[in-house]
């Protein structure tokens, strides 16, 4: 289905409204309107929009393999390239895993690779299993 999101033109960018004094993004799913979040600027609400739809492709994280000694857990479904590493919000970053399938956070720290730190001495030398890795919420 083709998005019509041509009653956005205020803003500039397709599927992006102004809302209050902040920007939102939207789309449409199986028929029905889907809000991806309010934002501080249009710009932040369009690139929401874009990673939605797939036109948005971040560049490669540049990750760090081994920290403190510890093998840190790589993944290529997130964005951080770090497993159990979400965004948290500007310049913080959650760490989390699973435990007897309950998530589990294990702290908000101020780059990916504390982060990817602390998910590592949780997990240990334990093989993750895909279903335990958190993807990229915000």
């Known amino acids: ?38 934002f501080a600027t ?3 609400a369009a690139a929401a929009y874009a990673r939605a739809v797939g ?4 560049p490669p994280p540049t990750v760090v393999t081994e920290s403190e000694g510890l093998r840190l857990h790589l993944s290529t479904s997130n964005t951080t390239g770090y497993a159990g590493v ?3 919000r500007v310049g913080q ?3 989390r895993t699973r435990v007897d399938g ?3 956070t294990l702290g908000v720290f101020d780059s990916p690779v504390e982060a990817a ?13 895909p279903e335990d890795e958190d993807g990229d919420e915000a």
Do not use: I
Request: with cysteine; charged share 30%.
């Open 93 to 95: 970053y959650h760490a």
């Open 117 to 129: 730190v602390a998910y590592a001495r949780a997990v240990g030398g334990k093989r993750r299993r």
């Open 102 to 104: 309950r998530k589990r």
């Open 42 to 44: 249009a710009v932040e």
């Open 55 to 58: 036109g948005f492709q971040p």
């Open 86 to 88: 979400t965004f948290y």
């Open 1 to 38: 289905m083709v998005e019509d999101c041509s009653h956005s033109s205020f803003t500039g960018y397709k599927c992006v409204y102004e809302h209050f004094g902040r920007f939102q993004a939207k789309r449409w799913v199986d028929g029905k309107e889907v809000c991806l979040g309010t």
